[in-house]
C-alpha cells in the first residue's frame, strides 16, 4: 500500500481532439486527499467525478459528463493518471474532447512529470479480489483472479494480416507502464474512416494519432512502436477505463477481445458482485462490509 497522490502545480496543454477534430485546453490541477479524479467543463460550467456512473457513452471512446454535458475521448488521460499513481485531481476542459497527441499517454505522462508529484498524507485504498470472476460479452471475455498485485493478460484477434493475433501479460507497475504500455498508438482500418466520419467521429484523426492499416498495410511512415502495438494500446485503454472504478484493482485481469463498452459492462457487474471483492484501507481492515460503491 502506498500513500495516495497529487500533482505538486497546475498545469496546462492543449490539442485536437481525435473524434470532434475540435480544439482543446485542458489544466489539471492539485486536488485534496480522497477526492478522486473530478473534471470540469469550463465553457460549461458542469463539474463531475469520473465513475462509471458518469459515463455516457463508448462508442470509439469513453465519453464521461453529467447533465447533458461531455468530455469524450477521457480512457488516454485516465490512463496516464492511473498508470503513474495520480489519484486526487481536478481536470478542466474547455471543449467536448481531451485532446489526442499522439494516440497514446506518452505525451500525457510528460505532462504529469513537469507538474510534478507530491505524496498525501493518507494511504490509498485498493480493490482486492477475493475470487474469480467471469464475465461474458458476445465474442468478449473479462474474468479477475486473485492475485498479489495488478497484472493484465490480455488477447486480441483482427483478421487484417497486419494485426492477426496478439498477446501480452504483465505485471501493472509505475515502471512497466511507462516503457511498456504508456507510447502505444490508438489505431484503426482505413476501410473505415468514411464511415466513422460520417456518424460524426474520427473527424480530428489523422497519420499523427493513429495507426492506419490500410489493404497492404500499415500507412504510417514511421512504422510501430512495438512488434505488438496494437494489444498494447488495448492494455492502455483497459487500464483508464478500469480506472472509474475509483480504486486500483489488486487482481489477475484476464481479457479476450474486449472494447470500451465490455469494459464498462464489466464494471458495472463486477461492482454489483460485493462478494467477489474487498476495500483494502490499511493493510489489515477490509471494507466491503461498510463501503458502499453506487452502481
Known sequence: MRLQRTI??????????LHTGRQAKVTLRPAPKDTGIAFMRTDKSIAFKATVDSVTDTAFATT???????????????SALAGIGIDNITVEVEGPEIPIFDGSSKDLISVIVDAGIEEQNKERPFMRIKRPFLFE?????????????????????????????QTISLDITEDTFIH?????RTFGFFKDI??????GLAKGGSLDNAIVLGDHGILNSSGLRFKDEFVRHKVLDIIGDFSL?????????????????????????????????????????????VLHINT
Open 245 to 289: 472504478i475509483g480504486f486500483p484493482i489488486y487482481g489477475h485481469i484476464i481479457v479476450n477481445k474486449s472494447g470500451h463498452s465490455t469494459n464498462i459492462r464489466f464494471l458495472k457487474k463486477i461492482m454489483a458482485q460485493s462478494d467477489i471483492w474487498d476495500i483494502i484501507s490499511d493493510k489489515s481492515a477490509p471494507m466491503s462490509s
Open 180 to 184: 511498456e504500455i504508456a507510447a502505444a
Open 64 to 78: 464521461i459528463g453529467s447533465s447533458g454535458v461531455t468530455i469524450k475521448t477521457v480512457e488516454h488521460l485516465l
Open 194 to 199: 468514411e464511415y466513422l466520419r460520417l456518424n
Open 8 to 17: 505538486r502545480q497546475a498545469i496546462s496543454f492543449e490539442g485536437i481532439g
Open 137 to 165: 460479452d458476445g465474442h468478449s471475455r473479462v474474468a479477475v483472479l486473485p492475485y498479489n498485485g495488478t497484472r493484465i493478460s490480455y488477447s486480441i484477434f483482427y483478421s487484417h494480416f497486419g494485426v492477426g493475433e
